[in-house]
């Protein structure tokens, strides 16, 4: 009966007629009920805003199972797609399920726990937790286009500043800007957007080093940029 579908089933045994007794036919109530299924997790430890990556196994008494989908949670909250839909990943042939999912910008580093939930029509829901890492993006150090200022007027800084991996920064973000070594400014940036208006009219002709120190939080590694500042006469 490994086949049949999970339900109430009829089974008719017939009894032929012979020489003793009549023919007859009895009729059994079979009841096929749900298998138990095992699923276990593995992780990756991905950066904030970076790739997490699960990898599901589901079996049956140590066979794999190709059937069903699995869909997740992170501390308990169901992951969901652009549309406001349950993220499932189907389990195929060889009873694995991969999820490779982009953390939201709002998960900042520390560990958090995922729960896998495997569903199938011939098997009980089952679900498996486990914890996993995020670890803080880099930043790096980065130099910036040359900026050339006249000399008797102020610097504008306008750029977005972006992660390691080319993506813009999240969040509120404190730095400190130098030029020459000397901190001239400390403030704060929301979302990368660095857009800053500094005092250079006093300063000499010549060719000169503005640093943007971007201090670090809880989705950020300290990070440095180097903007080259030339000042005409």
Known sequence: ?????????????KLGENSLYNAEEFNINLTIIKRDANISISTNTPTTSGNLIVDVNVTDNEKQIDSGVVS????????LDENNNTITVNVTEDGKAHLNYILPSYIGSGEYNITAVYSDKNYERVDVTDNFNVDKSAIGNITADKITTP????????MTIKDAQ?????????????????????????DGML??????????????NITVVLGENSRYLKGNILIPLEITG
């Open 72 to 79: 997740f949670k992170i501390n308990g909250k169901t992951l």
């Open 151 to 158: 000399k008797g007027e102020n610097t504008t800084i306008n």
């Open 195 to 208: 857009n800053v208006d500094l005092i250079t009219e006093k300063t000499k002709v010549g060719n000169h």
């Open 1 to 13: 009966t490994q086949t049949q579908k999970v339900g109430n089933h009829k089974i008719t045994v």
């Open 166 to 190: 080319g993506r813009e920064i999240y969040g509120k973000t404190k730095i400190a800007i130098k030029i020459d070594g000397a901190t001239v400014l400390n403030t704060y940036i929301y």
